[in-house]
């Protein structure tokens, strides 16, 4: 049962349990808590100078933590940004064969530490979204809250009408079967150029679903990503999410 105040009648509410480490990773711009349970698991992350490996660890105040050496603190000041990412960028914070990231493009825009939100391909362009709120990210990226994303995709002939119908039927690739949401031409002149909805979120799933039926991906951008367009958003340029967007992303079903 609740506890009450005695004087007041007012129900007491329970102190708030300390935040588990993978939240207080997150929660510090490193990465979302499901990457982060990855980097516990691998023994990157400290607790007074002690490797913690165990998941449901819960960071006591006045505890010091650190990533991979370096003491880190939740960021009290989240951060909303959209990216319009150009070819030839890796989505990643830091690369080992020095490529650009897309963290060069952002390093001016914000002094707390952001993360892009999933990835997309180097040579893959289009919407991506970066930020160090954790809780949202992980919300975004989970597989079944189904974040819609379209792509406009380019490729090398054109496509039948018959594989426009078989994706739309569904197909199987070597990770399981594939549904789509939505797949039509752009344009009726030129069956090059395909648009394809989905909310799978599987590595190179676009990509692989043409290349199944013996098609090459020229190019391909992300136009939409859970509500969110490239509108006033020039390729190799971000913006700050508004108020009510981040407001709509926290709240979409």
């Known amino acids: ?118 990835r997309l391909d180097r040579n893959t362009t289009g919407l991506l979204l970066l930020t160090n709120d954790g809780s949202l990210a992980d919300k975004l990226m989970h597989p079944r809250n189904g974040v819609r994303k379209i792509y406009h995709v380019t490729l090398d002939k054109p496509v039948t009408k018959k594989h426009i119908q078989a994706i739309r039927d569904g197909i199987t690739l070597e990770d399981g079967d594939v549904m789509v949401d939505k797949v039509s031409y752009i344009k009726e002149d030129d069956k090059t150029l395909i648009s394809i909805e989905i909310h799978i979120g599987r590595n190179r799933i676009v990509r692989r679903i043409f290349e199944h039926f013996d098609y090459a991906v020229k190019k391909l951008d992300r ?26 992303l926290k709240h979409f079903s």
């Open 223 to 248: 136009v939409y990503y859970g509500g969110l367009t490239k509108k006033n958003i020039t390729r190799g340029y971000w913006r700050n999410l508004t108020e009510k967007e981040v407001i709509m």
């Open 1 to 118: 049962m609740p506890n009450y105040n005695k004087k007041n009648n007012k129900q007491i509410e329970a102190p708030a349990k300390p935040p588990r480490l993978n939240k207080y990773v997150a929660n510090a711009g490193i990465c979302s808590r499901r990457k982060a349970d990855e980097h516990i698991k691998k023994g990157l992350v400290q607790v007074n100078d002690v490797v913690v490996r165990e998941m449901g660890y819960r960071v006591q105040p006045g505890e010091v933590v650190k990533f991979e050496g370096k003491v880190i603190e939740p960021e009290k000041n989240k951060v909303y940004i959209l990216m319009n990412k150009p070819k030839n960028v890796v989505t990643t914070v830091s690369d080992e064969k020095a490529r650009k990231t897309v963290m060069e493009i952002v390093k001016n825009a914000c002094t707390e530490r952001i993360y892009p939100v999933g």
